[in-house]
């Protein structure tokens, strides 16, 4: 389902207050294409309030960026009900099935899917009618999220990225220096969530990464 997404720097929020937003909203204005919404450590009614502030933030600042959010498609659902500019969901194995979010969320959604073994990207590949774009990862032992999975490196990422249609994003203690040599992996963008989210010109990450990559369409 190609719907058009620059991947090339995807911002994965953490908090929720005042900084998570506007730094989303200055992520989206130097041009990150995307933004998942993740916080583990609120209950549903602030995980909606917090993903319609920001997507409400980063509509304003660049109305083409997609705002998704992590793991919860009826935190999606109910935010694109009530008229939030929400473009969908980002789904780990143990979340809701693909096609039952692609049934809840409808066709214009933007569905990611978390991955990071040849296993996992060939059970991806089989959803692929219902997905958009494959996180894969970690790149590096990461503090912010422990899969389980071990670290790729960059030797990781070219059998996993040929062996699926849909475009990859490395994510995992990724920092912007990594962009060059990311890049030449074949994956479509990179997912940075501490070198964004404590910057103190987050702008000026953004483009340290999309300058690595050819410019969206």
């Known amino acids: 389902m190609s719907k ?22 200055a992520a989206a204005s130097a041009g990150a294409g995307m933004i998942q919404v993740r916080c583990k450590d609120v209950g549903t009614a602030e995980l909606l309030e917090l993903l319609t502030a920001v997507a409400e ?8 960026t997609r705002v998704i959010v992590d793991d919860r498609a009826d935190v999606a659902f109910a935010a ?16 809701l099935p693909v096609e039952a979010a692609r049934a809840m969320l409808g066709p214009d959604a933007v569905i990611g899917m978390t991955t990071g073994t040849m296993e996992l990207v060939r059970g991806a590949q089989e959803l692929a009618d219902s997905l958009d774009y ?15 999975r071990t670290p790729l490196g960059l030797a990781g990422y070219p059998p996993l ?15 912007p220096s990594d962009a060059p ?19 103190a010109d987050p702008g000026a990450v953004v483009r340290q990464v999309l300058a690595a990559f050819p410019a969206a369409h």
């Open 4 to 25: 058009d997404l620059d991947l090339r720097c995807y911002l994965v929020t953490s908090g929720h207050d005042r900084h998570t937003v506007e730094t989303a909203a």
């Open 57 to 64: 933030a980063v509509h304003r600042a660049a109305p083409n």
């Open 80 to 95: 694109r009900h009530a008229g939030a500019p929400v473009a969908g969901v980002h789904l780990g194995w143990d979340d």
């Open 134 to 148: 494959l996180g894969c990862g970690p790149f590096r032992p990461t503090p912010t999220k422990n899969s389980g």
């Open 161 to 175: 990225v040929a062996a699926t249609e849909l475009p990859m994003v490395a994510i995992g203690d990724v920092t």
């Open 181 to 199: 040599d990311l890049a030449a992996t074949g994956v479509a963008g990179l997912a940075l969530v501490r070198a964004i989210m404590g910057a």
